[in-house]
T-cell receptor, first 116, second 112 residues
């Protein structure tokens, strides 16, 4: 148990559906991240939040909409997705953004998303 | 921007064999380097890290040395166990120092 909880674990949705992924951390961290993990590809950084403010959007299509209401919760709202968006979506948190100095990321177990 | 390349898998070994997973990087400045491990059905966990050149990170029998001259951070273990079967990711800090950039991952399968 890493202290980062993601729900749901699995999600199947049609291309016209709207759904949301939820991430929660009780580690007292200030930074939160969304990554996308697809087979045979490197993990792709999607969004970074620090103290509830978005600090990075890695050219993610607008059909993915993040929300960070407080430092403990992070959502990823999904709408009109494509089959190629099927992947494992991982949430992570860290004490702050000091990855340069070796700050550790704590990952959730992910949400396995299938878009039909 | 910063990037990392790690060897393609899968790597299949017998128990007690020696393990090397190669990782090289491209970066501006002085990134921190990491190895993360992902066990089946779980998220990634930090295995070890190094924050400056010539540092050696170690944990659970795994080691990696930050080699600036060869821009490498190869993961090694002298004697693998079945429980080491997992996917291993090499990573480095991005140019802004605010997030991690990961490689594709290398699947390790250890049989008894």
């Amino acid at each position: 148990e890493t202290g980062v909880t993601q729900t749901p674990r699995h999600l199947v949705m049609g291309m016209t559906n709207k759904k949301s992924l939820k991430c929660e951390q009780h580690l007292g961290h200030n930074a939160m991240y969304w990554y996308k993990q697809s087979a045979k590809k490197p993990l792709e950084l999607m969004f970074v939040y620090n103290f509830k403010e978005q600090t990075e959007n890695n050219s993610v299509p607008s059909r993915f909409s993040p929300e960070c209401p407080n430092s403990s919760h992070l959502f990823l709202h999904l709408h009109t997705l494509q089959p190629e968006d099927s992947a494992l979506y991982l949430c992570a948190s860290s004490q702050d953004l000091a990855v340069q100095s070796g700050e550790k990321l704590f990952f959730g177990s992910g949400t396995q998303l299938s878009v039909l | 921007g910063n990037s990392v390349t790690q060897m393609e898998g899968p790597v299949t070994l017998s128990e007690e064999a020696f393990l090397t997973i190669n990782c090289t990087y491209t970066a501006t400045g002085y990134p921190s380097l990491f190895w993360y491990v992902q066990y089946p059905g779980e998220g990634l966990q930090l295995l070890l890290k190094a924050t400056k050149a010539d540092d050696k990170g170690s944990n659970k029998g795994f080691e990696a040395t930050y080699r600036k001259e060869t821009t490498s951070f190869h993961l090694e273990k002298g004697s693998v166990q079945v429980s080491d079967s997992a996917v291993y990711f090499c990573a480095l800090s991005n140019q802004a120092g605010t997030a991690l950039i990961f490689g594709k991952g290398t699947t390790l399968s250890v049989s008894s």
